[in-house]
């Protein structure tokens, strides 16, 4: 079967449909990236329609702020809707609560039709008879005690005002064929599926209702959602006959597990806030790469041997014929790979602007989410440290492209560039000793050989500009004299200008920051490895 229907004459139309909850993280991403993708790819529209029939899962119990916490989210990561709670569209309401009205008119005709009947079973007699099941080891399901009671008996008890819930009567002979993209022909034996609730004593639908009759009068055309609904697929197939509507395609995908890949993403690993993740400078560019690679390879023919795809990329070649059936497992090595491969995409002046608009619109912005959430404890420090290098950053741009040009080769996320560029806008260090190489050196031969490489270096540096030959003449020739591996004392050096072990090229960094504050750190560097 096609990735997307064929024809021609009908708009493709997908839709992503999340619970309220206002929480958007990797695994959320891939499930309703496709839909994006699709749409994009087709011509065709992306809907969002939230599904907050289940006021647990919504934030706060506010349904409109996890909604609006969602959006921003997905928007921040480059998904965009065509229709939605937030910008209309021909089909709505599109916020399930909102369509209550909806539902039960369904719900009524397929009673009337005979597809369906109340049921007043207590849930205390439900409970009793799952027990019982368990215990004689049968599978839990509804014994249909309610199905036998004659429509108008059951009529008038529901006039009566007495509790019940609405069920589809799932036929008990014969078994249902459904079509899906990625399993293909799926047969079930009809007497194996449960006679499902439609309708909840409270008047509001479960999922299997209001999914079926929104997908329908929303006229989806491509169901795209998570494996894990793949067992009711066969009830949802039912319902579209009942109605006599035409059945969408419908593509099941597997979710993103844990490392282990024996449990459900959690947030140790990926499934923080994507915000979170752009906070710790994670570009969007990244976040969707990855998530789409998640479960998905394009064509061998076409794809990329080092797995770097920009967006325009991704929807040129998404189909939902190469996608796994298995699930992925979470690897974050993977994803910082691909998150350093696309910052080096950027011409520099590309990357000096993404930063400063990661510093105020990512780490400084006040996201929904973090109404629902909180901040975690890095990110409140991470705000801290943008909020005192941004105007230092901005005030001279000049000299913070210079700063940006030596670490784009080496930054893997952005959260990492407030630490790194820090030499070049601090005035002393706070050095300790996890900064220096004193496996083989002492602290007091580090001082000595510092002082001696320092009145050196000054001689050259003084002049002028160095040559790259020059430098490592001068360093290179004083750990001959000292008889020590060049590598001790160009660390050396390196610890006492950036406070660090690992730095971007030395001689360029001291060309930045000038021999001047140079000179300060090594005095300075000396006089703390002398004490």
Known sequence: ???????????????????????????????YLPNFLLARKSGGKNILRVEDTDSKRNAFGDSQLGVHAMIEAYEAVGIVFDEGPHVGGDYGPYVQSERLDIYKKYADELINNGHAYYC??????????????????QRPMYDRLCRSIKPEEA????????????????????????????????????????DQVLLKQNGWPTYHLASVVDDHLMRITTVIRGDDWLPSYPKHVKLYEFFGWEIPEFAHLPMILNPDGHKKLSKRYGANSIIAKMREGYLKEGILNYAILCGWAPDAKVAHQDEIYSIDEIIELFDL?????????????????????????????QFADRVLDWAENIVLKHFKVDVISGLEDWEISLQAEVKKYLPLWKADITKFNKCLALEQERVVKLSELPASLAYFYIDEFNYSDSDWNMKNRSKSELAAALKEVF???????????????????????????LDWKAGDLFLAVRSAVTGRLQSPPLLESIEIMGWHKARIFIEKAITWLSK
């Open 120 to 137: 007043f079973c207590s849930s205390e007699r439900l409970a009793e008879l799952r027990e019982n099941q368990k215990a004689l080891k």
């Open 455 to 481: 009145d050196r270096l000054s001689v050259i540096f003084e002049k002028g500009s160095v040559t790259h030959e020059e430098w490592e003449k001068v360093v290179r020739g004083y750990a001959e004299e």
């Open 1 to 31: 079967m096609s990735s997307v229907r064929s024809d021609m004459n009908k708009e493709i139309r997908l839709r992503a449909a999340p619970s309220p909850t206002g929480k958007v993280h990797i695994g959320t991403v891939r499930a």
């Open 155 to 194: 009529k008038k008890r529901v006039a009566s005002g007495e509790a019940h819930v609405i069920r589809m009567k799932f036929p008990t002979e014969g078994e249902t064929v459904c079509h899906e993209v990625l399993f293909g022909e799926i047969r079930v034996k009809n007497q194996d599926i449960d």
């Open 321 to 349: 014929a190469h996608m796994n059936k298995t699930a992925a497992r979470y690897d974050q090595n993977k994803f910082d790979y691909i998150n350093g491969k696309h910052i080096r995409r950027f011409t520099p002046e």
